[in-house]
Nanobody
Framework: QVQLVESGGGLVQAGGSLRLSCAAS????????MGWYRQAPGKQRDVVAV???????SYADSVKGRFTISRDNAKNTVYLQMDDLKPEDTAVYYC????????????WGQGTQVTVSS
């Protein structure tokens, strides 16, 4: 049974910082592309950042230069450092573990709320 457990969300003022963590159980982490997604009320879930299992990273345009994704394979944990937060970053943030080639999988965490006040 694979579990992704997020932590680190909360309430912060605009311009502040938060670091989200996602710990993965099971043996999937080293084979997974790890990503952070977010969903604001009434909106679809969108990708924020992705870290491949060979060191590549990608970001949504809206967070480039402000957010940094990193992964620690020894700890089975992926992080999202969020700096210069803006009210429009307010959303539930979800961790994702994905693999497109066999054995394929696609797992989600339960989500953590991030609220940025103006």
């Amino acid at each position: 049974q694979v579990q992704l457990v997020e932590s680190g969300g909360g309430l912060v003022q605009a311009g502040g910082s938060l670091r989200l963590s996602c710990a993965a159980s099971g043996s999937i982490f080293s084979r997974a592309e790890m990503g952070w997604y977010r969903q604001a009320p009434g909106k679809q879930r969108d990708v924020v950042a992705v870290a491949g299992n060979v060191g590549s990273t990608s970001y949504a345009d809206s967070v480039k230069g402000r957010f940094t994704i990193s992964r620690d394979n020894a700890k089975n944990t992926v992080y999202l450092q969020m700096d210069d937060l803006k009210p429009e970053d307010t959303a539930v943030y979800y961790c994702n573990a994905y693999r497109a080639v066999r054995p394929t999988f696609n797992y989600w965490g339960q989500g953590t709320q991030v609220t940025v006040s103006s």
